[in-house]
């Protein structure tokens, strides 16, 4: 029996989504909790900035992982767009721009703590900075970085409830899987706003909340997609890119 290519298409964009939730999953936890939570002492800009200069090898790795991060939600957005643009192309390309902008917040947040290496190699035009005030600026830089990641996290928790919305009509994943998809990307946007627009909102909700929801759902449709693919496509009810809505 001969597969419509149409539908290799489809089963292509979904190993590559699948492989892609979990790649760059598996490489921005490795990145943050393996590399960078041995580097940054918290309250301690002196002991951070030993560790950076005895381990630059190890920096640089970080901000390595990180670009590699980006590269992956790239891969990943335009998968989604190919196995979600015949439910709804115009939901699709939504979802694909504010990821985008997610990924390139996420590119700013690996290029502001670069700045820490030349601020700790100290250059000749440095020297009217002494070596406290440098490591107290490189720690600053440092930080910078978790804070574009959260004035990004409204538009990737937007992008994931656009996705969820369409796998819940699309009936491609199970629908209590879309479903979760909804409310916990749904979830994410609104704590991710209260945070930038409340002070001290992680003290009312920590967090690790505010995004845990959403990573879990997307590791399981990562899963579901690798290793349980699409359901085949009926023979005769492709929908065009142009389609909207079915009766």
């Not at 369409?166 to 409310?183: D, F």
Request: proline letters at 4%; charged letters at 10%.
């Amino acid at each position: 029996m001969t597969v419509p290519a149409a539908d290799l298409s489809r089963r292509s964009a979904a190993r590559v989504a699948g492989i892609a939730y979990l790649l760059t999953f598996a490489v921005v936890v490795s990145a943050n909790f393996g590399i960078f939570a041995r580097l940054s002492v918290r309250g301690d800009a002196t002991a951070t900035a030993h560790n950076i200069l005895a381990h630059e090898a190890l920096f640089r790795l970080y901000l390595a992982c990180n670009t590699l991060y980006v590269i992956g939600v790239v891969v990943l957005l335009t998968a989604l767009y190919t196995l979600l643009a015949p439910v709804h192309r115009s939901l699709a390309l939504l979802a694909a721009v504010l990821r985008l902008i997610f990924g390139l917040m996420w590119l700013l947040a690996t290029v502001i703590p670069y700045f820490v290496l030349r601020l700790l190699h100290g250059a000749a035009y440095l020297n009217v900075f002494e070596t406290g005030q440098l490591q107290a600026l490189g720690k600053l830089y440092l930080g910078g970085g978790f804070e574009t990641y959260y004035v990004g996290l409204p538009f990737y928790g937007m992008a994931s409830t656009v996705c969820s919305y369409l796998w819940l009509r699309s009936g491609q994943i199970p629908r209590w899987l879309a479903a979760w998809g909804v409310i916990a990307s749904g979830w994410c946007v609104l704590t991710a706003v209260a945070f930038i627009a409340i002070p001290h909102f992680e003290k009312i909700v920590n967090d690790w909340l505010f995004d845990s929801p959403m990573a879990l759902f997307e590791l399981a449709v990562g899963g579901w997609l690798l290793f349980k693919g699409l359901p085949p496509e009926p023979s005769g009810e492709s929908l065009s890119p142009d389609t909207t809505s079915r009766s």
